[in-house]
T-cell receptor, first 114, second 116 residues
């Protein structure tokens, strides 16, 4: 079974600084997708960034980028120039290619200090 | 953009009663919707996949008779928690996909269910 592990229950960062959230996953498949979702206090799940496993290039979305290490099965999220609005729970997630199911990690609570 | 609406956002019910939660795709048709459950400070756990016009597919350990799912149209899926008990108190979130199988999921705002 596929599993997603987030080893950092909580992280904090100063406003305008950079923070990296860790995620590892376990799968024997070659075709899959990885995601980072943000869940602010409103509880709305918001897609931050997505990575296709077949792509070697790391995905980026403005201040958000990932470090995808396929051999190591690692998928970390880097948030640059952190803003107060970035404070939220961040969930790493995996889905098998062709499947619509998402498997989530346990989440990392990010605090942004002014 | 694509929006998923979930209603109600909060509901309190007495033990033994049933509660229905609606999930609507507002500006797109969703043949498949997903229902998740999230315990406090926990991750989202997939409960079931709701398929329009057919029976839902439940994950292992989820009681079909307890959590009734109906996907009667391409824009509406409902989750009914039957004979609710305090241990059913949780946060329930639905999601739907807009586009092909590898397009991102869109999530509803969730429903906080409290059973007294």
């Amino acid at each position: 079974a596929q599993t997603v592990t987030q080893s950092q229950p909580e992280m904090s960062v100063q406003e305008a600084e950079t923070v990296t959230l860790s995620c590892t996953y376990d799968t024997s498949e070659s075709d899959y997708y990885l995601f980072w979702y943000k869940q602010p206090p409103s509880r709305q799940m918001i897609l931050v960034i997505r990575q296709e496993a077949y792509k070697q290039q790391n995905a980026t979305e403005n201040r958000f980028s990932v470090n995808f290490q396929k051999a190591a099965k690692s998928f970390s999220l880097k948030i640059s120039d952190s803003q107060l609005g970035d404070a939220a729970m961040y969930f790493c997630a995996y889905s098998l290619g062709g499947s619509e199911k998402l498997v989530f990690g346990k989440g990392t609570k990010l605090t942004v200090n002014p | 953009g694509a929006v998923v609406s979930q209603h109600p956002s909060r509901v309190i019910c007495k033990s033994g009663t049933s509660v229905k939660i609606e999930c609507r795709s507002l500006d797109f048709q969703a043949t498949t919707m997903f229902w998740y459950r999230q315990f406090p400070k926990q991750s989202l756990m997939l409960m079931a996949t709701s398929n329009e016009g057919s029976k839902a597919t439940y994950e292992q350990g989820v009681e079909k008779d307890k959590f009734l799912i109906n996907h009667a149209s391409l824009t509406l899926s409902t989750l009914t928690v039957t004979s609710a008990h305090p241990e059913d108190s949780s946060f329930y979130i639905c999601s739907a996909r807009f586009g092909s199988y590898n397009s991102p999921l869109h999530f509803g705002n969730g429903t906080r269910l409290t059973v007294t």
